[in-house]
């Protein structure tokens, strides 16, 4: 059954801006995944992966009916946020705790880079 079935709003242009969004979302959050693994970018990778988290507790909330809603998704909606939490809290304590090379790019990598990180 099509996602835009399980979007409980009546007015179907709003179903379908929800739809748009959280495909938008899955895509882009694979987006930022590759750039991540490409580039070396760990931070991207890192929010490619909370995009994606986010997305797919959408994805469990729009799903879920009334029942679900009181029992498994909440659960599972608050475990998907304390991974997010804990990707960001590793993330920043390599950054304290090991030194690395700072890292170079070509101009064009540099301004692919930004241009993503502010869309």
Avoid: C, Q
């Avoid at 970018?41 to 009916?65: D, E």
């Avoid at 590793?90 to 705790?97: K, S």
């Amino acid at each position: 059954m099509p996602l835009i079935d399980f979007v409980k709003d009546k007015n179907k242009r709003h179903k379908t801006i929800v739809v748009i969004g959280t495909i938008y979302g899955y895509l882009w959050s694979l987006i930022k995944m590759i750039i991540g693994i490409l580039t070396g970018a760990y931070f991207y990778l890192l929010s490619g992966l909370s995009t994606f988290f986010t997305g797919l507790n959408r994805h469990i909330y729009l799903r879920s009916t009334k029942k679900e809603k009181e029992k498994i998704g909440p659960l599972l909606m608050g475990i998907f946020f304390v991974l997010i939490g804990l990707f960001y809290l590793f993330y920043e304590m390599r950054l304290f705790f090991i030194e690395e090379e700072i890292k170079e790019y070509s101009v064009i990598v540099a301004i692919a880079i930004a241009a993503f990180s502010f869309l």
